[in-house]
């Protein structure tokens, strides 16, 4: 008896050898929605909670290999980009996914440009790339603040600096922005989805939690929005789903490790318990 096929979600971005970030958050995301990961990983690093020691990038033909046969065998239903690493991969990345079958599959780019404690990811001209290759293949974009600043040169605060920033973020070929509200200020967390062409924002809001379990957020709510996706959910359904799974995650924190620990990834969609 045949079982209905399982989603498919292919993961391109770095791996955190503690777990609480990158691919392995990735793929601990995308099991918790039900749906089935695949990864290109992109480069190796070496962090713990308090810092990223290292960062070793695999080659660009190897990254390039990884994802088309992914593609090619297996295929997707939605398709994640975290950490790229150098100009190298994400043109690599870029002309992978360019091809006329891959084109149309939804996409999340979680725009990673720097480690928390300030360690570059991407390089200058990676971040060129990004813009003018990467941009247009894109669904939605996932920048927090300062990540917004850097990219298109607008720090956001008020309504109509979301709407600029998203503005700008469509004349690269990406429809949809999700402003990450983590670097914000106040009791309220507030993340902000623009649509670039229209400039309709939709507010997404949450009490602040203090914790220094936050680790990995910003990878988890990416992977979170594009299971989703993969699951056929409407956009902003994937969005809120994926918003109030990263505050429950960072609700229950296992306290792990002596710095900036990682959330709790053993959730399972629909379970509202503690």
Request: proline share 5%; aromatic share 4%.
């Amino acid at each position: 008896m045949a079982h209905p096929r399982q989603p498919r979600l292919l993961i391109i971005a770095g791996s955190d050898n503690g777990g609480g970030a990158g691919i392995q958050a990735d793929i601990k995301t995308a099991t918790a929605f039900g749906v089935y990961a695949m990864t290109a990983i992109t480069a190796i690093t070496v962090q713990d909670t308090h810092e990223v020691h290292s960062v070793h990038n695999l080659s660009a033909h190897l990254v390039r290999d990884q994802i088309v046969t992914c593609l090619t065998d297996i295929g997707a239903d939605a398709i994640k980009i975290g950490m790229l690493g150098n100009h190298e991969i994400a043109l690599a990345v870029a002309e992978a996914l360019e091809a006329e079958d891959n084109v149309g599959i939804p996409l999340v780019l979680d725009p990673v440009l720097s480690a928390s404690g300030g360690v570059a990811l991407l390089d200058s001209e990676g971040k060129r790339i990004l813009l003018k290759r990467l941009l247009p293949l894109t669904t939605l974009v996932t920048p927090n603040l300062p990540e917004t600043e850097r990219l298109v040169g607008i720090l956001p605060r008020t309504d109509e600096d979301f709407r600029h920033a998203a503005e700008r973020f469509g004349g690269f070929g990406c429809p949809n922005v999700l402003f990450k509200g983590g670097h914000g200020d106040g009791p309220v967390l507030r993340d902000v989805l623009a649509d670039a062409n229209t400039g309709t924002l939709t507010f997404i809001e949450a009490a602040r939690q203090e914790s220094r379990h936050t680790h990995g957020t910003g990878c988890t709510m990416a992977s979170a929005i594009a299971s989703g996706l993969a699951l056929g959910w409407p956009f902003e359904d994937a969005i809120r789903a994926a918003h109030a799974f990263v505050q429950q995650a960072i609700r229950t924190a296992p306290g792990l490790g002596g710095g900036r620990g990682p959330l709790n990834h053993l959730l399972r969609v629909g379970n509202d318990s503690d």
